[in-house]
C-alpha cells in the first residue's frame, strides 16, 4: 500500500467515524468531512481523481484474485466431496486415505485465504470487516452479544511520522499490535492509529488494569530511529455493553472515555522524547 492510500485510508475511516454521529448525510456533507480531515492530516486531495484511479485499479486487482483463489478453493472442495462419495459407496480405503489428505491442504489453503480477507495487511491485527462480520447485527448495527469494547488511540503519532517518517511510523504501528496482542487476540485495527479491544466478558476493573500496566511498561521502552531515541504511549476508553446495544452508541461513549484518558496522560508525557 502505497503513502498515499494510506493516509486516504485514515482519512476515509475517520470520515465514516463522524459520520455514524448524524441522522443524516448528503453527497455536500460527506465531501465537507472529508475535506476537514484531509486538512487535519496535511494532505492535498486536489488530485484526487488520479488518486482514485489508482486505488480503484489496485483493489479490483485484489478483488479478482481473491475471487480466483475462492473460485478455486471452491472447485477442489467439490472434487474432494465427489471423491469421498465414491470412496465410502465402494469402500475404497486407499481413496479415502488420499481425499483425507487433499482436504487438510485445502483446509489450510482456506485458512489462509480467510486470513487474507480478515487480517490487516500492514500489523496482521483483524480488520474492520473482521469486526463487523464476528460481532454486528448487519440489519440493525447491534453488537450481537454482551462485552466490553476498548478504543486505543496513539499520542504524538503524527509527530513521529513527521519527525521519523511513514517507515518507522509503521513499525510503531505493528510494535504497538503485538503489544496489545498481549492483553487479548481480538485486536482490531480500527483506522489509522486507532485500534479497537474487543472482550466477552463486562470485568472493566480488570480490563482497566491491564491497560494500564501495559501502558506503563511501554512507556519505559526507549524506541530507536536515526540514532534518535523517541517514546511511544497511547490513550484508551473502554466501555461495556449488553447484548444488542447499538454500535454507534457504544463507539461513542468509548470514544469520548478515550479522549478523556488522552487529556490526563498528555499532563504526564509531553511528546515522544523521553
Known amino acids: 500500500m502505497s503513502h498515499d492510500e494510506k493516509i486516504l485510508q485514515i482519512i476515509s475511516n475517520e470520515t465514516k467515524d463522524a459520520i455514524t454521529q448524524l441522522d443524516i448525510v ?18 492535498d486531495i486536489e488530485d484526487e481523481v488520479a488518486m482514485s484511479a489508482d486505488i480503484i485499479q489496485a483493489q479490483c486487482s485484489s478483488l479478482q484474485k481473491l475471487q480466483k483463489e475462492t473460485s478455486k478453493s471452491a472447485k477442489e472442495l467439490s472434487e474432494h466431496t465427489s471423491k469421498a462419495i465414491s470412496a465410502i459407496e465402494s469402500n ?19 485458512e489462509k485465504l480467510k486470513e487474507s480477507v480478515y487480517k490487516d495487511e500492514l500489523t496482521h491485527a483483524y480488520n474492520r470487516k473482521w469486526f463487523h462480520d464476528h460481532y454486528i447485527n448487519e440489519q440493525d448495527n447491534t453488537l450481537r452479544d454482551k462485552g ?4 486505543i488511540d496513539l499520542n504524538y503519532f503524527k509527530e513521529i511520522n513527521d519527525t521519523f517518517g511513514h517507515i518507522i511510523g509503521d513499525k510503531v504501528l505493528i510494535f504497538i499490535t503485538n503489544q496489545l496482542k498481549k492483553i487479548s487476540k481480538k485486536v482490531v485495527r480500527y483506522g489509522g492509529d486507532e485500534f479497537v479491544i474487543l472482550f466477552t466478558h463486562q470485568d472493566t476493573d480488570m480490563i482497566n488494569k491491564s491497560l494500564q500496566e501495559l ?7 526507549k524506541l530507536k530511529a536515526h540514532n534518535e531515541e523517541f517514546r511511544v504511549s497511547f490513550s484508551y476508553g473502554l466501555q461495556a455493553f449488553p447484548k444488542g ?8 461513549d468509548a470514544d469520548k472515555a478515550m479522549y478523556e ?9 509531553q511528546g515522544i522524547h523521553p
Open 261 to 269: 484518558d488522552k487529556l490526563n496522560i498528555k499532563k504526564r508525557v
Open 148 to 151: 466490553t469494547i476498548v478504543i
Open 245 to 252: 446495544s447499538e454500535l454507534a452508541k457504544v463507539i461513542e
Open 215 to 221: 501502558r506503563e511498561n511501554i512507556l519505559t521502552k
Open 92 to 110: 475404497d480405503t486407499d481413496s479415502l486415505k488420499q481425499v483425507l489428505q487433499e482436504t487438510k491442504a485445502l483446509r489450510l489453503e482456506i
Open 26 to 43: 448528503t453527497p455536500s456533507i460527506y465531501a465537507s468531512l472529508f475535506s476537514k480531515q484531509a486538512k487535519k492530516h496535511d494532505t
